[in-house]
């Protein structure tokens, strides 16, 4: 009797333990935000900082009256000792300083930051004082350049941090600890190169340069892959359970036999074609479970004589049923791009006040710098799109689209076009160094929106391949109903011609995998690339280079535009050109707008109502990236920017710093 009452009383304290432990564990799963609780957060719990990507703070503690007193809080190195930097390098990815590009987004969750380091590491920081809570150091290879991903648990699963890899790989980690959770995929691993995404090809490859974006218990993911012709993996989005790793779910983004908009490409133009792939950001409806999906656009990128037509869903914003997968509409934003004019901006979820009715929106934004408002549920324009005539391509085989398609509102968010009149005339040197680049090279100018590749000579092309408008797309103030975008006015130097082997017939082009480069079979004129002296790496249209610009969504109309950055070569009364740029801003409801982006290692703080620029710090290495911010366990508002140069091609790479400020006791 005993042994019984002895038993009984081990299994009651076995229960009461368990279930204590229980509710510790779902106490602690409790304080962590969840998805529809993100935008109240007074954290950074994901890259938009809500699911839908509106970049948009509640936290008032630093103001118009008081930012100009900010200061560095502390500074937080991610080049770990005794790194030793890869011989040579190239742009900003590399290079014998020893320093490597990131364009990361820092996470903050409950006191911690989660940075994916471009060394090969995961690092969580006390958000308060910069010092390390914990490393995961890769295998192999290096994480998202551009940032993790944040599940927030749930009934069976603990919060994890979820890390995309630049070698195809996905996995979790603790977010107290680090340690790697191996319960999910095999070992804790999941191998995103897999015979349906490659296509079975020995040589193709994918990649993620950018978080996914959960929603619930799924992973949704894109991936980077090659850019020129030939066979190559697929660009396809892919849902993967949290729990395990298993797949859930696969949106073809080029649509295969039976699927909708499967007729769009001509003859088998199609098959293991690549490109039409999300190396950006997706968001999230999470309210109405839907997924939005800005796809790239199909290999290769600047010739499309073998992919005539449509070829949905490239260069489009596509909506789908984020449980499922399955399509529920798409927006072409380019037809047949070959122009590389990229989506990839988060599509930016908002509400538009218009004709007394409140209309969900998603907003989009390209390289081509034209913004669409559409209607999130049904992927209606809000303003009128018109299709408009473009200039024709005279490259043989190539057949581009006659129209185009173009908002009625609002209206271009830099010129869309170059003539000689919009040479640039900062100083006499400039101006005479770029007409002699012109005439010198018999370089086409006009041609207007979308003006094609010439044949047999260069043309300036206008905006550049990267844009416009990039990646960093768009922050977003709900209470004034701007929207905060930046961009740069670049010119792009291209045209193409007959390859050494001889000219391309038209034959047997249509329904083929052409090999070649990014440009097709065809070779590229000289001169080719950034509309720039040289020398000085000035560009040779007017100024300005670099603009931020507010868009009022409720009529439309740009509020205003600003110029963002300067170059300290030219005399201080000149200075103010703007400048190029990557990344993107984020809005307070304090009424602030922080944004890094431009090549001159600044960053700033503006008025959102005005634009005007209210503080401003010259750091390391310029923040190519989007900023954070957040309310420290200290109670203090904090901003905090990655700092390192080097991503914009030319821009200098020379700091591995992740910065954090505040404003002054």
């Known amino acids: 009797m005993s042994r019984v009452k002895n038993a009984l009383y081990v299994t009651l304290v076995a229960c009461l333990m368990g279930g204590l432990l229980y509710a510790q564990s779902k106490q602690t799963d409790s304080t962590a935000p969840k998805p529809e609780q993100y935008a109240a957060s007074t954290e950074w719990p994901t890259y938009g900082h809500d699911s839908g990507g509106m970049r948009f703070s509640p936290l008032k503690q630093i103001t118009p009256a008081n930012v100009s007193q900010m200061e560095i809080a502390w500074t937080y190195h991610m080049k770990p000792e005794g790194f030793v930097a890869?011989?040579?390098?190239?742009?900003?990815?590399?290079?014998?300083?020893?320093?490597?590009?990131?364009?990361?987004?820092?996470?903050?969750?409950?006191?911690?930051?989660?940075?994916?380091?471009?060394?090969?590491?995961?690092?969580?920081?006390?958000?308060?004082?910069?010092?390390?809570?914990?490393?995961?150091?890769?295998?192999?290879?290096?994480?998202?350049?551009?940032g993790v991903e944040y599940f927030a648990g749930d009934a069976t699963t603990p919060p994890l941090i979820v890390v995309g890899t630049a070698d195809a790989k996905l996995f979790t980690l603790d977010p107290k600890t680090g340690a790697l959770n191996t319960k999910f995929g095999v070992n804790g691993i999941v191998n995103l190169d897999t015979p349906e995404v490659t296509h079975g090809l020995p040589n193709a490859h994918t990649g993620i340069s950018s978080p996914p974006i959960m929603y619930k218990n799924l992973i949704i993911i894109g991936s980077h892959i090659q850019e020129g012709n030939g066979p190559g993996a697929a660009g396809d989005i892919r849902a993967f359970d949290v729990h395990d790793g298993k797949l859930a779910w696969t949106f073809h983004s080029i649509p295969r036999e039976g699927e909708p908009n499967y007729g769009t490409w001509i003859g088998?133009?199609?098959?293991?074609?690549?490109?039409?792939?999300?190396?950006?950001?997706?968001?999230?409806?999470?309210?109405?479970?839907?997924?939005?999906?800005?796809?790239?656009?199909?290999?290769?990128?600047?010739?499309?004589?073998?992919?005539?037509?449509?070829?949905?869903?490239?260069?489009?914003?596509?909506?789908?049923?984020?449980?499922?997968?399955?399509?529920?509409?798409?927006?072409?934003?380019?037809?047949?791009?070959?122009?590389?004019?990229?989506?990839?901006?988060?599509?930016?979820?908002?509400?538009?006040?218009?004709?007394?009715?409140?209309?969900?929106?998603?907003?989009?934004?390209?390289?081509?710098?034209?913004?669409?408002?559409?209607?999130?549920?049904?992927?209606?324009?809000?303003?009128?799109?018109?299709?408009?005539?473009v200039t024709q391509s005279t490259v043989p085989v190539e057949k581009t689209s006659p129209t185009q398609p173009f908002p009625v509102k609002p209206e271009p968010l830099i010129p869309l076009n170059f003539e000689m009149k919009d040479i640039a005339t900062v100083t006499p040197e400039l101006e005479a160094a770029c007409r002699k680049l012109i005439t010198d090279n018999n370089v086409e100018v006009g041609g207007g929106p979308y003006a094609p590749p010439t044949w047999g000579h260069s043309r300036v092309i206008f905006p550049s391949f990267i844009g416009g408008a990039n990646w960093g797309g768009g922050s977003f103030n709900p209470t004034l109903g701007y929207m905060f975008i930046n961009v740069h006015s670049l010119g792009q130097l291209f045209g193409l011609t007959d390859p050494a082997s001889g000219p391309v017939e038209s034959k047997d082009i249509v329904g083929t995998n052409i090999q070649g480069g990014r440009s097709g079979p065809l070779s590229t004129t000289r001169p080719s690339g950034r509309f720039r002296e040289p020398v000085s790496q000035m560009p040779c249209n007017q100024p300005p280079w670099g603009e931020l610009v507010a868009v009022n969504v409720n009529t439309g109309d740009i509020a205003w535009k600003v110029p963002l950055g300067i170059t300290e070569s030219l005399p201080v009364e000149k200075q103010k050109t703007g400048r190029p740029g990557i990344g993107g801003s984020i809005a307070t409801a304090s009424g602030l707008i922080f944004v890094g982006y431009s090549d001159d290692s600044r960053f700033r703080a503006l008025d959102a109502k005005t634009g005007k620029e209210l503080w401003t710090v010259k750091l390391a290495g310029s923040s190519m990236s989007v900023p954070s911010t957040y309310q420290a366990k200290d109670g203090r508002q904090y901003v905090v920017t990655v700092a390192t140069g080097g991503t914009l091609g030319g821009a200098p790479l020379t700091s591995d710093e992740v910065v954090a400020f505040r404003v002054k006791k």
């Open 268 to 389: 088998e133009s199609a098959k293991q074609r690549s490109g039409v792939n999300v190396w950006g950001f997706m968001t999230v409806d999470v309210a109405r479970g839907i997924v939005y999906m800005p796809f790239g656009n199909a290999s290769g990128d600047l010739w499309g004589g073998d992919r005539r037509g449509e070829s949905l869903y490239s260069t489009s914003v596509v909506a789908a049923d984020a449980k499922t997968g399955k399509y529920l509409w798409h927006f072409q934003v380019v037809h047949h791009d070959i122009w590389d004019y990229d989506l990839e901006a988060p599509p930016l979820l908002m509400d538009v006040k218009k004709g007394g009715k409140t209309i969900p929106a998603v907003a989009i934004i390209s390289k081509s710098s034209l913004l669409f408002m559409l209607d999130r549920v049904t992927g209606k324009p809000i303003y009128d799109v018109e299709e408009r005539p």
């Open 86 to 146: 890869p011989a040579g390098g190239r742009g900003g990815r590399g290079g014998e300083s020893g320093f490597r590009a990131s364009e990361n987004t820092p996470l903050i969750i409950n006191g911690l930051m989660y940075i994916s380091s471009p060394y090969g590491r995961v690092v969580a920081l006390d958000a308060a004082t910069g010092k390390e809570a914990w490393v995961y150091t890769l295998p192999s290879g290096n994480p998202a350049d551009r």
